[in-house]
């Protein structure tokens, strides 16, 4: 498995799995399939071309011939909140979980966190109901410090999020 940041021409490949995690799973993320369907493919090409030339704002993507997995990484940009980083969108495909892919781009993501000058810690947060993603982000060090109750609303039913963090100093 290869594990990389996405460039511009990876934009097709994360184009199809964003779409794909936003419709098999659409509880665990923010965004919805068709909000990032308006963005456009074009619209992808330019975050990734952007992204490029920026170490705060990455996402990384896991190969298996073809994309298996992905995770977004950003810095704060806040001059008080610069010292933190978020992961957002991860997402592997359901046949694919168990293989020790999540935990790969989370290293990636945390490896990368550590060349970055000043950053402290990565948050992240986690549906409730994604009960395997919870277990992998504590696998590699992230702890909870709090709830947040109907963090997320699809349709008439309510999602609540953990919030997690991992201090790298």
Known sequence: MDVRI????????????????????????????????????????????????????VTFGAFERTIVGIAGFRREENTKRHHKAVIWGMYVPREMRGKGI????????????????????INLSVVLTSREARQLFISVGFEPY????????????YFDQELMTLRLT
């Not at 994360?14 to 308006?38: C, V």
């Not at 709090?146 to 039913?157: F, N, P, S, V």
């Open 146 to 157: 709090g709830l947040e109750r109907h963090a997320l609303k699809l349709r008439d039913k």
């Open 102 to 121: 999540g935990k790969a781009l989370l290293q990636a993501a945390i490896a990368h966190a550590k060349t970055l000058p000043g950053l402290e810690q």
């Open 6 to 57: 996405l460039t511009e021409a990876d934009a097709e490949a994360f184009w199809n799995i964003r779409l794909r995690a936003l419709r098999d799973d659409p509880e665990s993320f923010g965004s919805t399939f068709e909000e990032f369907l308006e963005r456009g493919i074009s619209g992808v090409a330019q975050g990734l071309r952007k992204r490029s030339t920026s170490p705060d704002d």
